[in-house]
């Protein structure tokens, strides 16, 4: 595969990589606008307490197609329309509506999100809110933006102070445990169950929130949120729950300051 200047592929039509990327997720979010609060989106439990839509699924082939074709030795890791193995060491992960139950309800927070892998490990992330235009982006070494922006988190230095962003998922043992997890740190005032693991991540490395926690995720939820925390600042960073570096296949995710994660993991 060719690679541009920036030392990340070029695409077939000879764009760059961030350039497809954007444009991928600005259509899903135009897609996003055009449904949300609409009638006909054909939800449905993919499994007990896991909603999809019919957004959803047409969304990811379009932007399974696209990225396919702008990169056809990539491989392709979609929530809806599942894997395929590359030829090359880069893999697209894609999350067309990382909130599909907020979504769904008609609340306005949910997000599209896409990463590129190189032998597994993050090198390019975006994660697109189209209710607020906020575009949270990072290519890797060259720090984390929103709308263009540099971010650095300026954190909370104790739980109390601390904005805390935690999901829950299907799993009911997991939500137990996520609520254990949050008792046990009281007295905290400002816990918040956002709904987008995405945006959870987004947030916490740009310091939106100082943290952010989830049991159960997925490669496609976390692949971009992952880099933006290690494009940030040396303050932010993700582990799992057994305290080792975070990975897009870790499963359970503690990110965001790094000064108040431990007291948190061993809550
Ligand atoms: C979900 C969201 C939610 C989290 C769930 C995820 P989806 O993703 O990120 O915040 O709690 O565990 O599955 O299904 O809306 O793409
Ligand atoms: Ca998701
Ligand atoms: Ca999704």
New binding site residues.
């Given amino acids: 595969m060719t690679t541009s200047p920036d030392g990340l592929p070029l695409a077939a039509t000879g764009r760059t990589a961030q350039s497809v990327v954007l444009e991928a997720a600005h259509y899903a979010g135009k897609i996003h606008l055009q449904y949300f609060r609409g009638d006909h989106l054909g939800a449905r439990e993919k499994r007990h307490a896991?909603v999809v839509t019919d957004v959803d699924i047409s969304i990811e082939r379009e932007l399974r197609q696209l990225l396919m074709r702008e990169f056809p030795s990539a491989g392709f890791l979609g929530?809806e329309t599942g894997e395929s193995e590359g030829d090359s060491e880069y893999t697209w992960t894609v999350?067309p509506?990382?909130?599909?139950?907020n979504f769904v309800r008609g609340i306005p927070h949910f997000a599209t999100t896409i990463a590129l892998l190189k032998n597994d490990a993050p090198v390019l992330g975006i994660t697109y809110d189209a209710i607020r235009k906020d575009t949270f982006f990072a290519a890797a070494g060259r720090g984390l933006t929103l709308n263009g922006v540099p971010m650095k988190p300026n954190y909370a230095t104790s739980i109390e102070e601390a904005n805390l962003g935690f999901?829950?998922?299907p799993e009911e043992d997991l939500n137990v445990r996520a609520f254990d997890i949050i008792r046990s740190l009281l007295p905290m005032y400002r816990a918040r169950l956002?709904?987008?693991?995405?945006l959870?991540f987004a947030y916490a490395a740009a310091g939106i929130i100082d943290l952010y926690f989830?049991l159960?995720?997925k490669p496609w939820?976390v692949a971009a949120g992952l880099l933006f925390i290690q494009e940030t600042d040396a303050d932010a960073v993700s582990i799992d729950f057994d305290g080792a570096p975070a990975t897009p296949w870790s499963g359970s995710y503690l990110v965001g300051a790094r000064n108040l994660l431990e007291r948190m993991r061993t809550a």
């Fill in positions: 896991d929530e999350d509506i990382d909130g599909t139950a999901d829950i998922g956002l709904g987008s693991a995405a959870g989830h159960a995720l939820d």
